[in-house]
T-cell receptor
Framework: QKEVEQNSGPLSVPEGAIASLNCTYS??????FFWYRQYSGKSPELIMS????GDKEDGRFTAQLNKASQYVSLLIRDSQPSDSATYLC???????????FGQGTELSVKP | GAVVSQHPSRVICKSGTSVKIECRSL??????MFWYRQFPKQSLMLMAT?????????EQGVEKDKFLINHASLTLSTLTVTSAHPEDSSFYIC????????????FGQGTRLTVV
């Protein structure tokens, strides 16, 4: 079992729809959870961080965390073609150690 | 968010030569930095953890004598690819975590290395 798992996609949604990205992790000691967006040929960009159970909203993005189910998700409302990218889920046990990344989900938003 | 600067963004070198890549945290001190490589259509692969003032910790399968890491200050880590070969051609990315904001990790711009 991989430490962090994501559906590789591609996930295709029409413009204006909600895109739902999912991630599961195996280490119950994980404390911090991050979502990164990576455009082709570029480095990852942090878009959301979440540390406690529940929802966290930032603009069109909502991260959801359920530690009991070891599940974290990212919702993108009103999806735009510019949201087309690969989304990486990352988890870590502490503030200084390495992040464990999933393989990424490719999102395609069709005009 | 915090700023991590990586240089150069692109480099082409001849087979057998060495290439140095720099990673700087511009507005915070990073006792730990991370080096990744990424092949096309694949996820990030952690190569090593760079520790300020001490030896780097390499992931399994990564040759420490080939990928030399130096973290001489709290804001600078370097990765040197020694005796580069075409199979070392890849996208190399550094990252640093900012403890001021609960350890959020920020990435440099990445270095596209092509060995010819």
């Amino acid at each position: 079992q991989k430490e962090v798992e994501q559906n590789s996609g591609p996930l295709s949604v029409p413009e204006g729809a909600i895109a739902s990205l999912n991630c599961t992790y195996s280490d119950r000691g994980s404390q911090s959870f991050f979502w990164y967006r990576q455009y082709s040929g570029k480095s990852p960009e942090l878009i959301m961080s979440i540390y406690s159970n529940g929802d966290k909203e930032d603009g069109r993005f909502t991260a959801q965390l359920n530690k009991a189910s070891q599940y974290v998700s990212l919702l993108i409302r009103d999806s735009q073609p510019s949201d087309s990218a690969t989304y990486l889920c990352a988890v870590t046990r502490n503030q200084g150690g390495k992040l464990i990344f999933g393989q990424g989900t490719e999102l395609s938003v069709k005009p | 968010g915090a700023v991590v600067s990586q240089h150069p963004s692109r480099v082409i070198c001849k087979s057998g030569t060495s290439v140095k890549i720099e990673c700087r945290s511009l507005d915070f001190q990073a006792t730990t930095m991370f080096w990744y490589r990424q092949f096309p259509k694949q996820s990030l692969m952690l190569m090593a953890t760079s520790n300020e003032g001490s030896k780097a910790t390499y992931e399994q399968g990564v040759e420490k004598d080939k990928f030399l890491i130096n973290h001489a200050s709290l804001t600078l880590s370097t990765l040197t690819v020694t005796s580069a070969h075409p199979e070392d051609s890849s996208f190399y990315i550094c990252s640093a975590r900012d403890r001021r904001i609960r350890g959020e990790a920020f990435f440099g711009q990445g270095t596209r290395l092509t060995v010819v």
